[in-house]
């Protein structure tokens, strides 16, 4: 697989039905190893490793209703009380951020209400701090490391 713009991860692997598949921590099971899911995957450990939040406050692709529509985040980090701290978009390497890119969070993280934003195509990473009252967004450094 192609080498991404993160530090350097061991990761579990095997061979299914031809296939590469990719341990996944949090998910606790083997997935196949797509180009998006090594991005996902490398997102996963530098939140854990590089800014120290607790694999018990970190959740992968789930389904979440948009405007009725069932889409799927992948990944979100919670706070304590429940509430969403980051909410992290992945995209193959070889796919753009665009407008587009941030347009997608943006309609999910109206029903998520996330304080931070993520998007990475494991090449480029841009964060994000919500301004609800303003009704925008702020471009940050990084994301805050876990308190």
Do not use: H, Y
């Given at each position: 697989m192609q080498k991404l713009n993160f530090p350097s991860y061991s990761f579990r692997f095997k061979n299914s039905e031809n296939k590469v598949a990719i341990f996944d921590e949090i998910r606790k099971k083997f997935i196949i190893l797509t180009p998006e899911e090594w991005v996902r995957q490398h997102v996963v450990r530098f939140l854990l490793e590089e800014k120290k939040y607790p694999k018990s406050l970190i959740n992968v692709e789930k389904v979440l209703l948009v405007n009725g529509l069932r889409k799927r985040y992948d990944v979100v980090v919670f706070n304590s009380d429940g509430s969403i701290n980051v909410l992290v978009e992945c995209k193959a390497?070889?796919?753009?951020?665009?407008?587009?890119?941030f347009d997608q969070i943006a309609r999910y993280n109206m029903t998520m209400k996330s304080t931070y934003l993520?998007?990475?195509n494991g090449l480029n990473h841009y964060f994000c701090q919500m301004d609800y009252e303003n009704e925008k967004y702020q471009f940050l450094t990084a994301i805050p490391d876990y308190k």
């Open positions: 390497p070889e796919v753009k951020i665009t407008q587009g890119t993520m998007v990475s």
